[in-house]
Structure formats: C-alpha cells, structure tokens
C-alpha cells in the first residue's frame, strides 16, 4: 500500500521527468533521497529519449543506481556545467530558500546545483513550512580534523549542535561521499538563511552547510491528487 506521502513524491518525480525531457540535456545532474530514488526507478521508461544524456550524481549510491539502470554515469571531477539538475529537499520556505542534506551529501549537491544550469527540487507536500528550521537542524559538514574547533565555535555562538551519528549497527560518526562529519545545527526560532549561511561558511574547518539560498528555478510539490509547481 502506498502512503499519501509516497504518492505525492510519485507525482513530483513523474512531473520532474516531464520537465526533464523537455529541457533535452546533455548532462543531467541526480541529486540522492527517498524521492530522488523515485525519479532514477522512473528513468528506465524513457531510455530511448535519455540513452544520450550522461548523468552526474551527487552520491555513490544515486550513481549505482542510474548506472545499474544502463545509463552513462560520468565523474563530477570531469564535468563543470550541467544542463538540469534534480533532487530533493528537506524543508522549504515560501521563498524558495531549502534546508538539504538530511542524507548527508549537501556538499556534493551544492555544487552541482551551483554549476547546473537549470535546478529543480522536488518534494512531497509535508517539506513546506513557514520557517526554515521548523522540522529540521541545518547540516554542516566539516572536515573531520575541524570537528572540535567547528563544534566549539558554534556552541559559543549559541547553537545546539549534535554530531550525526550512524543510526545503525554500531554506532559511530556518519561520514559523508567527501569524508567530512556532519554536524546538526539548530539556530534560534527567528534566523536570516542568507545571513546564517555566512555566519556558518566563515568558520574554517566548515566545509559547506545544507542551506540553499536563491538555488532552485523551479520546486515541483507533489500531493496525493496533483503538483503545484512553485518558480
Ligand atoms: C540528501 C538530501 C535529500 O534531497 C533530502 O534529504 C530529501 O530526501 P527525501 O527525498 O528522502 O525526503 O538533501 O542529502
């Protein structure tokens, strides 16, 4: 049985699809989450119209999961623009502005939304809210021999900030695809992204946060019966 929030994403994925096609890339970049995964499942009905483009994922896992689908897969190494870009967000505000990296790739999904030409996210309706901040902290991957410096410097700075760790298993450090620790953040109820973003980028150590500020052209909601397509 498939829950609301499922088929919401179903729906913003196969919209995504439809804008993908038409935009015909070259190189499309694959952002990584639960409603990315829908789009890459999705990918195989369009082989004939995709078998062309090459893919540039955002995390190992996205990029084994188009290549397992047949698709050509380059390196980001390689690559410095991209035609169109999709993945996933966490929260977003009624200005556009997205908190990311809730698995953790924020670092690699900033930078091919920022050397992508054109950026879609899409969500399921439940990521909207007034604030960003409201559901989730703000991650900011750090380099690990920056861990306790960066830690220090935000609790100094008035932050609840946590250590992500594996959920798991054992338990230990979540470590991203770039090696970096991720550290949660809680700002205060009443924050600037725009302004926090610097705040955060000005601690050496920090690597890249998970807030996207004035990053998406286009954020496609899916709800259970329709897509409301935000720009
Ligand atoms: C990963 C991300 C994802 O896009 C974000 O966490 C949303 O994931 P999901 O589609 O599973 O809700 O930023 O770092």
Redesign the pocket.
């Known amino acids: 049985m498939f829950s609301d929030v499922d088929i919401a ?1 179903q729906k913003a994925a196969e919209e995504a699809l439809k804008r993908v096609l038409s935009l015909k890339p070259r190189i499309l970049g694959v ?6 995964d829908v789009f890459i499942d999705m990918l195989p009905r369009f082989e004939k119209e995709l078998r062309n483009v090459t893919f540039v994922c955002v995390s190992l896992y996205s990029a084994y999961r188009v290549a397992q689908k047949g698709f050509n897969v380059s390196q980001l190494s390689v690559v410095s623009e991209v035609d169109v870009y999709v ?4 929260e977003i505000d009624s200005n556009m502005n997205m908190i ?7 670092t690699l ?1 900033k930078i091919v939304a920022y050397a992508s030409r054109y950026k879609i996210f899409i ?1 399921d309706y439940t ?1 909207l809210v007034k604030r960003l901040g409201e559901k989730h902290s703000i991650p900011v991957e750090v380099l690990p021999e920056a861990l306790n410096v960066v830690y220090k410097k935000l609790k100094e700075l008035g932050f609840e900030v946590s250590i992500r760790m594996v959920k798991s298993g054992k338990y230990g450090f979540v470590v991203s695809d770039t090696r970096g620790v991720i550290l949660d953040v809680k700002p205060s109820t009443d924050f600037d992204p725009k302004e926090l973003e610097l705040i955060l980028k000005r601690i050496p150590g920090v690597v890249e946060t ?1 807030l996207f500020v004035d990053m998406a052209d286009e954020i496609i909601v899916g709800y259970p019966d329709r897509v409301e397509v935000l720009r």
């Not at 952002?31 to 990315?36: Q, W």
């Not at 993945?87 to 966490?90: K, P, V």
């Not at 990311?100 to 924020?106: E, F, Q, T, V």
Request: hydrophobic share 20%; glycine share 36%; proline share 0%.
């Open positions: 994403k952002g990584t989450g639960s409603t990315v993945d996933g967000a966490d990311k990296g809730g698995g953790g790739a924020s999904e969500v990521k998970g």
